[in-house]
T-cell receptor, first 114, second 111 residues
């Protein structure tokens, strides 16, 4: 287990289409996070899972966004009816603790909506 | 979480020490200082954290002033691979789920 894996690395989609991203966390990490990063900005928190329970959602996560973590393992982030403003890097992270250290991030999925 | 202020960019010559400052004048007594960095096209990477004592690990040193209102991340011998955006984050250890990254400092290490 070498780290957090995200798939795909790049996704180009037409406006209005649905897209789904996958994140495979470090296997022993029970905490999983999704972040979004736009050009020139730091990552912004979207949502958090502890095991399979989604415990926190940012106001950035509109009703077109949904995230799941079935069985507390991998997670998916789906965006419905994509808009150009959804173009960003979507980052997944996992951790063992709730402290601010020890987060392991994946390399992200870059979404371009055309 | 306390607000942090970092310079938008810095340069450093390869082999020299890189000293990255962070101001956090409103930090509370139970808030830690965390540093992450993000190399181009990768996710952020944890570097180091501290409460009030100076800390050192294999990657860097963290110097926190006595009044805890500012800190400095030190990369003792910067290499080209240290070129990245460095984020200073202040938060209490178990204060929630989000890391507030801000815009960070873009460090360019030059040959």
């Amino acid at each position: 287990d070498t780290g957090v894996s995200q798939d795909p690395r790049h996704k180009i989609t037409k406006r209005g289409q649905n897209v789904t991203f996958r994140c495979d966390p470090i296997s022993e990490h029970n905490r999983l996070y999704w972040y979004r990063q736009t050009l020139g900005q730091g990552p912004e928190f979207l949502t958090y899972f502890q095991n399979e329970a989604q415990l926190e959602k940012s106001r950035l996560l509109s009703d077109r966004f949904s995230a799941e973590r079935p069985k507390g393992s991998f997670s998916t982030l789906e965006i419905q009816r994509t808009e150009q403003g959804d173009s960003a890097m979507y980052l997944c992270a996992s951790s063992l603790t709730e402290g601010g250290y020890g987060y392991t991030f994946g390399s992200g999925t870059r979404l371009t909506v055309v | 979480d306390a607000k942090t202020t970092q310079p938008p960019s810095m340069d450093c010559a390869e082999g020299r020490a890189a000293n990255l400052p962070c101001n956090h004048s409103t930090i509370s007594g139970n808030e830690y200082v965390y540093w992450y960095r993000q190399i181009h096209s990768q996710g952020p990477q944890y570097i180091i954290h501290g409460l009030k004592n100076n800390e050192t690990n294999e990657m860097a040193s963290l110097i926190i002033t006595e009044d805890r209102k500012s800190s400095t991340l030190i990369l003792p011998h910067a290499t080209l691979r240290d070129t990245a955006v460095y984020y200073c984050i202040v938060r209490a250890e178990n204060s929630g789920y989000a890391l507030n990254f801000g815009k960070g400092t873009s460090l360019l290490v030059t040959p």
